[in-house]
């Protein structure tokens, strides 16, 4: 079967660096997604890897490597706004969208 | 900012009832979804659509349809609703070539 394993829950200080790890299993692979979800709202859109390697924008930073099923979204000088969930995803042989069941992370001061 | 509208918000209503959900975007997007996600968990894909007069069924799609006469709307519908469809409702769309995909501001539906 398909499967996305991610941690249910995170904790990070307020200004520090939290990396949150993905891996996969999945058939076929077109590219992993990450997405942030605040609660009640609806996920937007922060980093697609397709190839191996690091991907950077801003503070975000997603990192990829197909042949360990494995990837890692790296959130730099932590806000108090960064307090949410981050999904992952795997676009799988078909073109669809695997989710991980997503990270809650807890920002505290 | 992405252009996609779902309506209702917000839905109570009880066993039995049909209701249709509301999904329709501006962007002119192909590609239309629709997922299940409850508190925490993640989400399932119901239907999608590739475009105009094409859908397909996703994971959970058993118990509702859908339909793709225009390209900007593409509605849910559940034919009698149960207290186990209580959950959100999450509409996304993307384009042809391109994977992102965006989402609307979702249905939170509870059925008593």
């Known amino acids: 079967g398909q499967n996305i394993d991610q941690p249910t829950e995170m904790t990070a200080t307020e200004g520090a660096i939290v990396q949150i790890n993905c891996t996969y299993q999945?058939?076929?692979?077109?590219?992993l997604f990450w997405y942030q979800q605040h609660a009640g709202e609806a996920p937007t859109f922060l980093s697609y890897?397709?190839l191996d390697g690091l991907e950077e924008k801003g503070r975000f930073s997603s990192f990829l490597s197909r042949s360990k099923g494995y990837s890692y979204l790296l959130l730099k000088e932590l806000q108090m706004k960064d307090s949410a969930s981050y999904l992952c995803?795997?676009?799988?042989?078909?073109?669809?969208?695997?989710w991980g069941a997503g990270t809650k992370l807890i920002i505290k001061p | 900012e992405a252009d996609i509208y779902q309506t209702p918000r917000y839905l109570v209503i009880g066993t039995g009832k049909k209701i249709t959900l509301e999904c329709s975007q501006t962007?002119?997007?192909?590609?239309m979804y629709w997922y299940q996600q409850d508190p925490g968990m993640e989400l399932h894909l119901i239907h999608y659509?590739?475009?105009?007069?094409?859908?397909e069924k996703g994971d959970l799609s058993s118990e509702s349809t859908v339909s793709r006469i225009r390209t900007e709307h593409f509605p849910l519908t559940l034919e009698s609703a149960r207290p186990s469809h209580t959950s959100q409702y999450l509409c996304?769309?993307?384009?042809?070539?391109?994977?992102?995909?965006?989402f609307g501001p979702g249905t939170r539906l509870t059925v008593l």
């Open positions: 999945t058939s076929g692979f077109n590219g």
């Open positions: 962007m002119g997007h192909d590609k």
């Open positions: 659509s590739y475009g105009v007069n094409s859908t």
């Open positions: 996304a769309s993307s384009e042809r070539e391109n994977n992102e995909q965006f």
């Open positions: 890897n397709v």
């Open positions: 995803a795997v676009m799988d042989s078909n073109y669809q969208l695997i």
